[in-house]
């Protein structure tokens, strides 16, 4: 099994040979479910869902996994914010809920799916007591007779268009808050509507609104069967804890990218009769922006060693808060040192700026970091 640096150059050339042959992995202006298969095919056949955890019949995720995930998800990041969702939503969030919750059978029928590339998950997620959408907390679950009834809206659930199953998270309305289940909800059932959203940047794999009208979903589609009704709440904790420190490898890698393109054009472009890199202002910003990603990467590092210690949460949102932040501060200061151009879409610069953000909210915006940094202080 390639190591997680290793693991990360093969990421970095299956995306390189992806992106040569679809250009649309970048530049896409709609959801593209052919092309989302193409993705996942290429991404299974360099081994990239080569994770213990979607291999065997593993319940945890461990430390060791997650490292090649971050890796794979950096060089992604750096590239195409579309291939970094793909890959995301499918071995990460969706392969740790099934993997950590499922019914042995549940498991058998997803898990080699997804590590062959052959199947399209969404997730439509939400952390109740952080409150980060009080839309998919109003998802309904009513048990009846035969397995249950879903109602309700989501927003921004990435890739819903295409998926055969959306994850969903749900609770009955008389339980407690907490009390939430995990459904797999098949992408074309009825009841389900999903309307693509534009976004500013890598349309190739859409965030869509999707909205639930009495869904008849039967027992099997209930995430890790009988037992697991109302309890995946712990099992939520561990997977936002992931998922953070996942996004904060996505603002570093595109960090990286930033740098990479900031420091190549200043080397190249003459102005007042020497290269830009000569100034010694620019200088002091691409220092500011390296010196910034190396903190970024020391953040994840120790966000992954809490997590092989089994105590992830404080320092996961940690370091997606700071990474995401720090990724605002890179981006403002290669847009300056790119000048005129960074304002034109031909500019690649351009769209980073467009990516950037993305960190700013996937797992949760830094204010709710904040809140749950602060309840881990045992002051929030
Ligand atoms: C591109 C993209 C893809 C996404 N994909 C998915 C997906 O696949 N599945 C999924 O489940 N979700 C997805 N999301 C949703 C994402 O998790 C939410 O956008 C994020 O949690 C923020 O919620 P919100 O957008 O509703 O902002 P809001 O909750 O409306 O927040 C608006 C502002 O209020 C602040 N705020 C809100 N609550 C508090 C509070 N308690 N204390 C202090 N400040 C607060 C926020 O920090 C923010 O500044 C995606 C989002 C984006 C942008």
Same mark, same amino acid.
């Given at each position: ?16 040979? @992806? ?12 959801? $593209? ?23 065997? $019949?593993? $319940? ?5 996994? &997650? #490292? ?7 060089? @992604? ?23 950590? *919750? ?22 439509? *997620? ?22 249950? @009834? ?59 609104? &999707?909205? *639930? ?6 027992? #099997? ?16 904790? %561990? ?47 691409? %220092? ?7 903190? &970024? ?36 200061? /290669? &847009? ?27 797992? /949760?915006?830094?204010?709710?970091? #904040? ?5 881990? *202080?045992?002051?929030?």
């Amino acid at each position: 099994m390639a190591g997680s640096a290793e693991l990360g150059q093969i990421a970095a050339k299956a995306a390189d040979d @992806l992106i040569d042959r679809f250009p649309a992995f970048v530049s896409a202006t709609g959801p $593209d479910r052919e092309l989302v298969g193409v993705a996942l095919s290429g991404m299974a056949r360099a081994g990239l869902f080569d994770l213990g955890y979607l291999r065997f $019949d593993a $319940d945890r995720i461990s430390a060791e996994d &997650m #490292k090649r995930a971050v890796s794979v998800v950096a060089a @992604l990041a750096a590239r195409s914010l579309s291939l970094t969702t793909i890959y995301m939503v499918n071995a990460i969030f969706g392969g740790a809920f099934v993997a950590q *919750m499922a019914t042995s059978q549940q498991k058998r029928d997803v898990l080699p799916a997804i590590r062959e590339g052959r199947l399209q998950l969404a997730f439509a *997620m939400t952390e109740p007591d952080a409150g980060s959408d009080a839309s998919a907390i109003a998802t309904q679950a009513v048990a009846t007779g035969q397995g249950f @009834l879903l109602s309700g809206e989501k927003i921004f659930t990435t890739g819903a268009s295409s998926a055969d199953y959306i994850l969903v998270v749900a609770r009955n309305s008389g339980d407690e808050k907490r009390a939430v289940s995990l459904f797999l909800v098949p992408g074309d059932a009825e009841g389900v509507s999903i309307e693509p959203l534009a976004r500013v940047s890598a349309n190739a794999h859409a965030s869509c609104r &999707m909205a *639930m009208r009495d869904v008849r979903l039967g027992p #099997k589609q209930l995430l890790g069967g009988p037992e697991r009704l109302g309890k995946a709440w712990p099992i939520m904790r %561990v997977s936002g804890s992931l998922e953070r420190i996942v996004v904060a490898a996505t603002a570093a890698g595109l960090a990286d990218a930033i740098i990479v393109r900031a420091l190549s054009f200043a080397k190249e472009r003459r102005q007042f009769g020497q290269s830009l890199v000569s100034f010694q202002s620019l200088q002091h910003l691409l %220092v500011e922006m390296r010196t910034a990603h190396v903190g &970024m990467g020391l953040f994840i590092e120790h966000a992954l060693r809490m997590l092989a210690e089994g105590e992830p949460e404080q320092a996961a949102s940690m370091a997606k808060y700071h990474c995401a932040e720090q990724l605002q501060e890179i981006v403002a200061k /290669g &847009m300056r040192i790119m000048g005129g151009r960074a304002f034109f879409s031909f500019e690649q610069m351009s769209r980073y700026y467009c990516e950037a953000p993305f960190s700013l909210y996937a797992g /949760g915006t830094a204010e709710i970091q #904040k809140n749950l940094i602060a309840r881990s *202080m045992g002051i929030g």
